[in-house]
């Protein structure tokens, strides 16, 4: 079992930077590829980043490549999403998932745990 609790949310100007972080509970998680989900008002869920167990593979979505940048510390037991030059359409609500003893995957459907969300709102 694991549980996923992000933080670090907030209002933003476009152009500014957020740091989110998910603290995850749980002997699994050295063992699972994590990943940052977002979802819209009115649209699906997406896919923003991803990062293997051993944090040597990284991987983003077209749209935040550049920008964003998904890390984490395993010693901790967290896995951070620093979110540079930051755009009114990355306004959405920021989700953590963990998917233990698999690799990373751009589908949602592909992970095990979720954590509750955080809003991140970017105003022009």
């Known amino acids: 079992q694991v549980q996923l609790v992000e933080s670090g949310g907030g209002l933003v100007q476009a152009g500014g930077s957020l740091r989110l972080s998910c603290a995850a509970s749980?002997?699994?998680?050295?063992?699972?590829?994590m990943a940052w989900f977002r979802q819209a008002p009115g649209k699906e869920r997406e896919f923003v980043a991803a990062?293997?167990?051993?944090?040597?593979?990284?991987k983003y979505a077209d749209s935040v490549k550049g920008r964003f940048t998904i890390s984490r510390d395993n010693a901790k037991n967290t896995v951070y999403l620093q979110m540079n030059s930051l755009k009114p359409e990355d306004t959405a609500v920021y989700y953590c998932?963990?998917?233990?003893?698999?690799?990373?995957?751009?589908?949602?459907?592909?992970?095990?745990?979720w954590g509750q969300g955080t809003q991140v709102t970017v105003s022009s």
């Open positions: 749980g002997r699994t998680f050295s063992n699972s590829a």
């Open positions: 998932a963990a998917r233990p003893h698999g690799s990373w995957s751009r589908e949602w459907i592909n992970y095990d745990y």
């Open positions: 990062i293997s167990w051993s944090g040597g593979t990284t």
